[in-house]
């Protein structure tokens, strides 16, 4: 080969390495994204797939709330009852020997409580519960509004969960109590509630486990349409992103937001699928490049060969 021809070549050479590290780069970035895009769609359906398991464990706890919360309320019914044939006489005697029946019944409840004309006046047990007696559920502001729904509906309601004027934080169910006067007609006697101490509630429902199961949870109470007061949670924070479930109550709805404690993403196993995506696109570059070059020289031989 002569100078000329030697100083015609290198230009060349270097043009078809830089052609071909354009070819080797492009391939492993194509290679790449559409390994990437797979990668996304896996880890999307595993998402879904933690999502739908944590809306399953979410959805069998919340159905034990309801079931447990609507028959600790039938202890109200149950209460009215013995008011009404007691015909409102002598509330102090049943407070005395039917609450505590009820209390061994409906183990959820944490007290149960008369109220005539509207104001607490009877409670077993008494103990810790002192603060409530007196207390005018038709005059306080704060907690009137569930009373006089009550009163006007006939229909048992349930207040709160808040901050109970005795301390701690709970439900009230309250049913209104109707006897017939004299002269027949029905008149407003007063209420008997059934109290529920939100961590008993929790408790009995099981909610508990899912912080054993790596999820933070919440409850609230839906004030609004743009609001959701909390008034339970598990958890160093508020879940993140969580599968929400209604739960409906009376004269409301309670909703229980879950979600892990690590996140829906769980960064290990997005590191873990980045790299295998890098040794993949790598390894399938190698591979394209190997084979096309032995198709490359392949063919080079074939042309020298059949060269006169």
């Not at 000329?4 to 194509?30: D, H, N, Y």
């Not at 739960?247 to 404690?261: C, E, H, M, R, T």
């Amino acid at each position: 080969m002569t100078d000329v021809q030697s100083a015609e070549a290198e230009p060349r050479s270097k043009q078809r390495r830089a052609l071909t590290q354009a070819f080797v780069s492009g391939l492993f970035l194509i290679l790449l994204t559409v390994l990437g895009i797979i990668a996304a769609h896996v880890l999307e359906s595993r998402v879904e797939q933690r999502r739908d398991v944590a809306h399953r464990e979410a959805a069998e706890h919340l159905e034990t709330l309801g079931v447990r919360l609507n028959e600790t309320m039938g202890a109200a019914y149950l209460m009215a009852g013995a008011v009404i044939q007691d015909q409102g006489r002598n509330p102090k005697g049943l407070i005395d020997s039917v609450a505590p029946q009820l209390l061994q019944q409906f183990p959820l409840a944490a007290a149960i409580q008369l109220a005539p004309k509207g104001v607490i006046l009877y409670s077993y047990p008494l103990k810790d519960n002192r603060e409530a007696i007196g207390h005018d559920l038709l005059v306080d502001p704060k907690r009137n509004q569930e009373a006089h729904l009550a009163v006007s509906t006939g229909k048992l309601t349930l207040a709160g969960p808040f901050k109970l004027v005795q301390g701690g934080i709970g439900a009230v169910a309250r049913f209104p109590v109707y006897i017939n006067n004299i002269d027949g007609w029905p008149k407003f006697w007063g209420f008997t509630t059934v109290l529920v101490r939100v961590p008993r509630m929790i408790e009995a429902a099981g909610l508990t486990d899912l912080q054993r199961s790596g999820y933070r949870f919440s409850l609230c109470r839906v004030r609004d349409q743009n609001g959701c007061e909390v008034f339970a949670a598990q958890g160093d924070s508020l879940p993140d992103d969580p599968v929400k479930l209604t739960l409906a109550v009376p004269n409301g709805q309670w909703i229980l937001a879950v979600s892990p404690k690590d996140g829906w993403w769980q960064p290990m196993e997005i590191g873990a699928v980045a790299l295998l995506c890098l040794a993949l696109a790598g390894a399938l570059t190698g591979v394209i490049v190997f084979f096309s070059r032995l198709a490359y020289r392949t063919s080079d031989l074939v042309d020298a060969g059949s060269a006169p």
